[in-house]
């Protein structure tokens, strides 16, 4: 059995971290789900009394999203539709134990394939903020994620927010997430998508695909081949040719690989089909 902390401040927090090998935790959802025994083992820190690592802030640069906000607090916001997808992935995190207690910083840093937060945050173009006792840092969340399981994010730091950027606030999205029932269920693959459209034709996509590799991604190819055409026309330029560098499943008791690639591909099509529907 560790030692228990519960700061009621930031650098509180870190100086803790720096001093130990103690681990950040808060809604604990990912933590005691993989747990062998029904304890914690080592020392962890409890970030959930910090409030500045909470709730959702806009400014002239952009949006900051507490680490510790619940995925119940996120799916409940008055948005920009750009967001819808954010929102949408919230309200399917599980069941409602598992959002109320479940925050945005702890799905990105349990960094699983299959983390319905992180397509949506990728579409958004959303970067993670560092903090440690030596300063603070910024990485993208496409460098953030480097393998299942697997973060940048170093023993002393903590990930206090997910920073999102002005541009990215515009256009209409979607996230689609397949799995073997609503609720309470890892994805078998899951998309994101988001469209910024002018006089029916698309000026700006994101997509990003998630459960179809080791980490989700930016679907970067099929983003170009859409830029300038008609958004009622999007669906149609979903290929595999254009999808090829970014999905690379693996087969489980979930799912096939090949059946995995195909869903991810028809879940785009979906979305686009949906987010067209959304300018009509």
Known sequence: MGIYHRPGKVKDALAVLAASNARPVAGCTDVFAAMENQELSGDVVDVTRLQELKGVRED??????????????????????????LLQSGREIGGVQVQNSGTIGGNICNASPAADGVPPLLALDASVELMSVR???????????????????QKDELVSAILIPKSSGTGHSRFLKLGARKHLVISIAMVAVRLDVENSVIKTAAIAVGACGPVAKRAFDLENALIGAEVGEAAGLVSKDNLASIIAPISDIRATAEYRAEAALELIRRGLLDVAGSFA
């Open 60 to 85: 002239s640069d952009g949006w900051r999203i507490g680490a510790a906000t619940t995925w119940r607090e996120i799916s409940q916001l008055e948005m920009p539709r750009a967001f819808e997808m």
């Open 135 to 153: 300063g603070t840092r910024y990485i993208r969340l496409n460098d953030f994620l480097t393998g299942a399981g697997r973060s940048v994010c």
